[in-house]
């Protein structure tokens, strides 16, 4: 079951702050979140797993409740660069990764 | 870290030709994953490797989809029979073992006529 990401599109001005969530019904070992810009590859920004352990970008922050399955993914201070598409991706007890819906964010000046 | 390259950037082919793509992964990397990506949506899995072994490989996938890892390093996806809903950009992917980011390659975007 594909994880399901809100919401759907975001708009910013610079500086402005963003939360992306993402939701599974499936009990989760993993997230991982990735940021695709157009005509290009994912990129791997974050990993949060059971029990507390995240890999991740200094810059980026992010939560994962184990008991909602829920992840969350925290955009602060939004720069240009940010824009692009957000990909949650979810691991049960492998490392294959579901992807969500996607999140497309755009910043403006 | 050369990244992981994929072969060739584009294919176009008509119905019910086969084709066959190739990805070259980082070369520490044991993990290897096919995706398929359609505009606008995330990715979908396909397969994926642990070396040379095949470990999962979608239920949505028909059997016309194969893929093979010989020796542990590069892979190949056929699509034989190939028909205009095959049409995407596919993705490969690899990762060191144990919950590992996942390095993507730059696709191979598939047009079937």
């Known amino acids: ?109 | 870290d050369t990244g992981v390259s994929q072969n060739p950037r584009h294919k176009i082919t008509k119905r019910g030709q086969n084709v066959t793509f190739r990805c070259d992964p980082i070369s520490e990397h044991n993990r290897l994953y096919w995706y398929r990506q359609t505009l606008g949506q995330g990715p979908e899995f396909l397969t994926y490797f642990q070396n040379e072994a095949q470990l999962e490989k979608s239920r949505l996938l028909s059997d016309r989809f194969s893929a093979e890892r010989p020796k542990g390093s590069f892979s190949t996806l056929e699509i034989q029979r190939t028909e205009q809903g095959d049409s995407a950009m596919y993705l490969c992917a690899s990762s060191p073992p144990i919950s590992s980011p996942l390095h993507f390659g730059n696709g191979t975007r598939l047009t079937v006529t």
């Not at chain 1, 990129?43 to 980026?60: A, R, S």
């Not at chain 1, 955009?75 to 999140?103: M, N, V």
Request: hydrophobic content about 30%.
């Open chain 1, 1 to 109: 079951q594909q994880p399901v990401q809100s919401p759907q599109a975001v708009i910013l001005r610079e500086g402005e702050d963003a939360v992306i969530n993402c939701s599974s019904s499936k009990a989760l070992y993993s997230v991982h979140w990735y940021r695709q810009k157009h005509g290009e590859a994912p990129v791997f920004l974050m990993i949060l797993l059971k029990g507390g352990e995240q890999k991740g970008h200094e810059k980026i922050s992010a939560s994962f409740n184990e008991k909602k399955q829920q992840s969350s993914l925290y955009l602060t201070a939004s720069q240009l660069s940010y824009s692009g598409t957000y990909f949650c991706g979810t691991g049960e007890y492998t490392d294959k990764l579901i992807f969500g819906t996607g999140t497309r964010l755009q910043v403006f000046p």
